[in-house]
């Protein structure tokens, strides 16, 4: 059923939302983080007074505590609103290394998050997993790209999975339309 309003059509009750999509942000500068944080943002409110699940994963690797990020106030704020909708887990060492500079922490963290990423994914409990700079973490070498690659092609059909992070070639790893593997 669609509701219609002043000029507002919405599609809560459409089968389009049951269908989770796999998002990528990428590029240089600032903004990405924040953009999965809108999606996050949507997902819960489209759950507020619904049956539509809405628990949320924020995975946050390469930053790990002792630095503030600019989107570290609106989690809070979220968290503090939802505690029992939205889940953290931040990853990593809080300055940022070159891959001259891997240690063997960078490499368990990585690995920890990623477990803790699988597991979500599996479980089919979130609605939204958000795996914030993943792709600098595949570009670090810190994770085997087959192996992100797979779990994201199997997730649950409801789930929307989002990576952030600098330039990588996820995208063509997921898309069977890419011809730049």
Avoid at 12 to 36: F, P, V
Avoid at 116 to 125: C, F
Wanted: aromatic residues 6%; glycine residues 10%; charged residues 20%.
């Amino acid at each position: 059923m669609t509701r219609t309003g002043i000029g507002i059509r919405t599609a809560q009750d459409r089968s389009e939302r049951m269908t989770g999509q796999i998002h990528l942000y990428n590029g240089t500068g600032k903004g990405k983080s924040q953009a999965a944080l809108g999606v996050v943002l949507r997902s819960i409110g489209l759950g507020i007074g619904s049956s539509f699940q809405t628990r949320v994963l924020l995975l946050r690797f390469l930053k790990g505590p002792g630095r503030t990020y600019d989107e570290d106030a609106a989690i809070e704020a979220l968290q503090r609103a939802f505690p029992h909708l939205i889940d953290q887990v931040r990853t990593g060492r809080a300055e940022f290394f070159g891959p001259d500079q891997i240690t063997r922490f960078d490499k368990l963290e990585a690995q920890r998050g990623w477990d803790v990423a699988k597991g979500a994914i599996a479980s089919g409990l979130y609605s939204v997993v958000v795996l914030d700079e993943l792709n600098p973490v595949l570009d670090l070498g810190l994770l085997p790209v087959n192996e992100v690659v797979n779990a994201l092609k199997h997730k649950p059909e409801h789930m929307e999975v989002i990576a952030t992070g600098a330039e990588h070639p996820l995208l063509c790893w997921i898309s069977p339309t890419c011809t730049q593997k």
